[in-house]
Nanobody, 124 residues
Framework: QVQLDESGGGVVQAGASLRLSCAVS????????MGWFRQAPGKEREFVAG????????DYADSVKGRFTISRDSAKNTVYLQMNSLKPDDTAVYYC?????????????????WGQGTQVTVSS
């Protein structure tokens, strides 16, 4: 089992920044892809960003490229999502995710483990 615990959500105005954190614990996850998904009201859950724990390769949804940055701190067992230039369309519940596979697989099939989610609300 891998446990994921998100924090850092909140209410901000358009143009502001937020950083989400995901504390990771449990069995070895060095071969895992970690990521962030989001789900807005009335919409399906969608991939936002992913990172391979070993090597640090990253990938992003087109809608967040250039604004969001995913990273991980191996010493703190934490994955981050730095979100800049936030837009009202970024409003959603953000979920930390993990899967013992590639980022490409995670984008197509979702994750094996999920966090409880953290709300991000961007007002115009």
């Amino acid at each position: 089992q891998v446990q994921l615990d998100e924090s850092g959500g909140g209410v901000v105005q358009a143009g502001a920044s937020l950083r989400l954190s995901c504390a990771v614990s449990g069995r070895s996850y060095t071969n895992y892809a970690m990521g962030w998904f989001r789900q807005a009201p009335g919409k399906e859950r969608e991939f936002v960003a992913g990172i391979r724990w070993y090597g640090g390769v990253t990938d992003y949804a087109d809608s967040v490229k250039g604004r969001f940055t995913i990273s991980r701190d191996s010493a703190k067992n934490t994955v981050y999502l730095q979100m800049n230039s936030l837009k009202p369309d970024d409003t959603a519940v953000y979920y930390c995710a993990a899967v013992a596979a590639t980022i490409a697989t995670m984008k197509l099939r979702g994750a094996e483990f999920w966090g409880q989610g953290t709300q991000v609300t961007v007002s115009s």
